[in-house]
């Protein structure tokens, strides 16, 4: 689908924001900051425009989210069901 | 319990006939829109039907049944006579329709055996309520909580479904209510943007499964149904619906919690900005507001009554609408820390956002009946809306632009008027629908996204079998227990002997001292010195009362009567006896 050239720049120009914004406040790290992942994503699917690398790159940056929240998320579970001291 | 059912399953019959009926001349013609509709009409009649039977002093299961027969009589007489559903209802699919049985099946199992845990619902929630079914009436009476003269509106709910069985077993159907309310309104939202009705109704289940709205719905807690309808007054909003009807959810919505008009500038966002778009995308607006002027009106003007009820209740009786909240805010004592923050804080509201984004989106904590620490929006709302909300923002026409900048103005209005503290991100809990609606609407286009929705869907469902209140020893004792008797006070010691007790703590778990069946009278006690606490429990017939060790101020007291002579300590919990 074509994209607007005003959309794609203001686009890429957010996600850049947000990566500038991450660099100076993440001490986590890249691969664990979703913010920096969002938008190192959305800045790939902008400019590459190609719907076949969207339709497989967005399962895959969400998958790659599920596996981040899962890491943190489900330890605690598993203490409060009593599943792990 | 064979009476009490049986006037249950008719009054709750009632209530639904009348909301058909009513919705037969203030409906929007719009299927989606008009089963919200039903549903808020529903929660306006059971509301109306408690405070009518609170007021008169007949809530007991005859009284309320009267005045939900009386009720449907007096629609009957205005020539609203048919109670026919009028639209059919969203069609899911089948591989959707069974996902959505398990989790109907999961939340009977919950109302069944979860019994109210939270501290919240403990202390100010439900010990008014219990007040109120004990005296078949309301009470001046409500705790001694700071929060309890707090509005009241989901509490009409949850007396509602205690009343007729005089029995807490199935309180938590409140909560129930109002998670389907929140996915209707979801469901019709997702409608107005264009998605087609199965995937509208994904959106919907994505949203219902919120983790924050699963748990919170069988908490007792008020927020779902604040969530609910704030998503319901989005919903009516983007219709077109007259400002009646606005006015009819604003109303019930305010009479649940002021949180809710914490939400109100983003609704007045979205309404504006629908109202400057092109007429021809709002194609019922004019027959609706020609059509449901004059009942629409009345519908407003009731719900306006029915949550103005606490507010006005308040002005009476402490001579302010807004009681306890002064300049300073809600303060935990005298000169204590804030408990509830007044008015706006920017610096609030970039603390919460950037908590919000940077550490509770990833609910690094299990899921709690009050969200303590983690947003409860799930992995859903996380892993793939937040990827798809840009996609949708870029693909969607400008109804989704429209809608999520309402939803942006609601959030950040919420954040910047809510204080920071381990529980504010449970008053944000629409939020996520809007993440649901895109989720639904990326799907529909790349059905890969199918498989990490999936994924995550089934992590809120894993993660929600139980609210870290209740420990797993807890749990068990609930699931072994005749429903009767079920209550978490013998798990955490608050046992007694007798019919009558003393409470002397300014928070805390109260309502657990009345006993499932509300057999048990609580008297709070309110003393600042020995010799008159021995004579208040003399005079209310009290041998024994119950305290907390964190009420410092008490605590004090009773050291004194200890050393006086007056009262001796009863192990193994704070019990103490008269002497």
Known sequence: MAIPARADVVGV?????????????????????????????WIVVVRSASPRAERLLTPAVMTYLLVL??????????RSYGWMP | VIAGLVAMLIANAATIAGAHALLGVAGTRRPATDLVLLLVLRLLLVS??????????????????????????????LGLRDWRPRFPLPDAGRLLAVAVAIVAARLAWQVWFFVPYTADALSYHLPKVAEWVRAAAFTREMGLDSHATFPAGFELLEAWWVVFLRHDVVIEMAGVEMLLLAAAATHALARHVGLPSRWACLAAFVAAMTP??????TSCLNDVAVAALVLATAALVVAGAPLGLLALVV??????KPTYGYALPGLVVLWMLEQRAE????????AMAALGAMPALVLGVLGLLAGGFWYARNWLWFGSPVHPMGPGGILNGVGGPVLVQYGPSWSGLLTNLRDLLEHRILDPHAYSGLSRDVAGFGAAAFACGTIALP???????????????????????VLL???????????????????????????RGNRWVLLPTTAALALAFLGTLKPDEISPTALRSLVDAGWRERTLAASHRVVWEGDAIGYYADFGEAYWLYRPDYSSRVVYLRAVEAETLAQEMRAAGLRELYTLTGSSRQRQVIADAERRGILRRRPPQTFYELN
Not at chain 2, 48 to 75: N, P, Q, R, S
Not at chain 2, 417 to 443: E, G, K, S, T
């Open chain 1, 13 to 41: 120009l957010i996600g850049c924001g947000v990566l500038a914004w991450r660099a100076t406040v993440d001490p986590a790290g890249l691969w664990h900051d979703w913010p920096a992942i969002a938008a190192l994503y």
């Open chain 1, 69 to 78: 929240f899962a890491r943190g998320h489900l330890p605690a579970v598993w």
């Open chain 2, 48 to 77: 109306l039907a408690v405070e009518v039977a609170g007021l008169l002093g007949i809530l007991h299961t005859a009284g309320v049944g009267a005045v939900a027969i009386a009720g449907l009589g007096v629609l009957w007489a």
């Open chain 2, 212 to 217: 924050g709205l699963q748990l919170g719905a």
């Open chain 2, 251 to 256: 109303g019930l919505g305010l009479g649940v």
């Open chain 2, 279 to 286: 007429p021809s995308g709002r194609p019922a607006l004019g």
């Open chain 2, 391 to 413: 996609l949708a923002l870029r693909d969607a026409d400008s109804r989704f632009r429209r809608l999520t900048l309402g939803f942006l103005a609601s959030l950040a209005s």
């Open chain 2, 417 to 443: 008027l809510a204080l920071h503290d381990h529980w504010y991100a449970r008053f944000v809990l629409f939020f996520p629908a809007l993440l649901a609606i895109a989720v639904a609407w990326v799907a």
